[in-house]
């Protein structure tokens, strides 16, 4: 019973994002989150993580800091396992999400891989 209540949980999340990309916008990622299967907990842990690193970036922008790659490195150890780093920064670029900081951890993965 517990097994069917969770997948009932997930459906009416699934709903209420998939209202939200009906309206003529595109939401990539609300179709990230939908073909990973994650739950609405999921989501919620990584936009945790999303204010988390957003926090951490403004506070070591002010000290001067010009090189994130600690940053993206947590950012990479604490994402849902679920989840790929690159795939999961453009979605959120994409869908305007946390656009600073997807910004400066995509400029800082570009450079590393460059």
């Not at 010009?66 to 994409?94: H, Q, R, W």
């Amino acid at each position: 019973m517990e097994e069917i209540e969770k997948r009932l949980k997930k459906i009416e999340y699934y709903q209420r994002l998939l209202l939200e990309m009906m309206r003529g916008h595109r939401f990539p990622l609300h179709e990230l989150i939908m073909r990973k299967d994650l739950t609405e907990e999921d989501v919620e842990e990584f936009f945790s993580l999303c204010e988390e690193l957003n926090h951490k970036w403004k506070q070591q922008k002010e000290e001067g800091f010009v090189y994130f790659s600690p940053l993206l490195n947590e950012f990479m150890e604490k994402l849902n396992p679920k989840l790929e780093p690159i795939e999961t920064i453009d979605a959120c670029l994409g869908q305007n999400v946390f656009r600073p900081l997807m910004e400066v951890l995509k400029n800082t993965l570009d450079s590393i891989v460059k």
